[in-house]
């Protein structure tokens, strides 16, 4: 019985950390598993050179912006032991 009290706050955890993530944070957490079979890697990679190509200045900043949001998932998903696609349908939802 002194189990339940860890998985209740556990899953508390998960539902506040899902709860406070943006609609651009959704979007790149669809895009991952649409576009880039779920991987983060893949995905900041295409980022990654698609900054180095000739683009104009408008989009580097929000390239940029998705690379900062990219590392704030996989910490979150790190920080709760959790894989974001689990919950995509949820996540789809909320867009």
């Known amino acids: 019985m002194a ?4 998985i ?17 944070d959704i979007m790149l ?7 880039y079979v779920g991987s983060w890697d893949k ?15 408008k989009v580097t900043p929000n390239i ?3 690379l900062v949001r990219i590392g704030n998932l996989k910490k979150l998903e790190a920080s709760l032991g959790i ?5 995509a349908s949820a996540l789809e939802e909320r867009i």
Do not use: C, W
């Open 83 to 87: 894989n974001l696609l689990t919950y």
């Open 43 to 57: 995905m900041e990679q295409d980022l990654n050179d698609k900054l180095k190509g000739l683009y104009i200045y």
């Open 29 to 35: 957490v669809l895009l991952r598993k649409e576009l």
């Open 8 to 24: 209740i706050d556990r899953n508390k955890d998960i539902v506040e950390g899902i709860s406070r993530l943006s609609k651009e």
């Open 64 to 66: 940029e912006a998705d």
């Open 3 to 6: 189990n339940y009290p860890i």
